[in-house]
């Protein structure tokens, strides 16, 4: 079956770096989405990977290794602001995106 | 760039009447969009994928017959949820895909949260 799996929660301090992990395990590959939601909002995108690798945003990163089926994303800087849920999800061969569950990320002063 | 609307943000509706949510990309146009549905904490669940001038793609276990959709145009697709219950309350929230490529990202609406009484 398909799967994806992400810490439920985690916690940081402001000011901080943090690294959400994710496993997915699909139907064939074709990338994998870092999704940020705040609370009764609507997911915004953050990252798209496909190849191995780091790719660098601002303070935001994202981790591929498509060997392993292991992505992570890394906040630097904490803010208060980025207190949210960070979604995962792993598009399959079929290109439909297999969502994660979700990690609340708390940050504290 | 890649702005999605939807319309309304929220509504609130008696048992039995349909409710019809609107879902707009503003500045580029979506040969595909998506309509998800989330249950507080919990993750988005695909509903159906809308496809401009065809008939919408179902998921699993989704009536096809209470949430009808039409993709009329390449700027909008309509969820309308017919014969509304309490059960149907959920916070429903649309995509749009930004280009012709599968992997093209998808860009979120701010959502709808639907209350049934």
């Known amino acids: 079956g398909q799967n994806i799996d992400q810490p439920t929660e985690m916690t940081a301090t402001e000011g901080a770096i943090v690294q959400i992990n994710c496993t997915y395990q699909?139907?064939?590959?074709?990338?994998l989405f870092w999704y940020q939601q705040h609370a009764g909002e609507a997911p915004t995108f953050l990252s798209y990977?496909?190849l191995d690798g780091l790719e660098e945003k601002g303070r935001f990163s994202s981790f591929l290794s498509r060997s392993k089926g292991y992505s992570y994303l890394l906040l630097k800087e904490l803010q208060m602001k980025d207190s949210a849920s960070y979604l995962c999800?792993?598009?399959?061969?079929?290109?439909?995106?297999?969502w994660g569950a979700g990690t609340k990320l708390i940050i504290k002063p | 760039g890649a702005v999605v609307s939807q319309h309304p943000s929220w509504v609130i509706c008696k048992s039995g009447t349909s409710v019809k949510i609107e879902c707009r990309s503003l500045?580029?146009?979506?040969?595909?969009m998506f309509w998800y549905r989330q249950f507080p904490k919990q993750s988005l669940m695909l509903m159906a994928t809308?496809?401009?001038?065809?008939?919408?793609?179902?998921e699993q276990g989704v009536e096809k017959d209470k949430f009808l959709i039409n993709h009329a145009s390449l700027t909008l697709s309509t969820l309308t949820v017919t014969s509304a219950h309490p059960e149907d309350s959920s916070f429903y929230i649309c995509?749009?895909?930004?280009?012709?490529?599968?992997?093209?990202?998808?860009?979120f609406g701010p959502g709808t949260r639907l209350t049934v009484l």
């Open positions: 995509s749009a895909r930004t280009g012709l490529a599968d992997t093209d990202t998808q860009y």
């Open positions: 500045d580029f146009q979506a040969t595909t």
């Open positions: 809308s496809n401009e001038g065809s008939k919408a793609t179902y």
């Open positions: 699909t139907s064939g590959f074709n990338g």
């Open positions: 990977n496909v």
């Open positions: 999800a792993a598009m399959d061969s079929n290109y439909q995106l297999i």
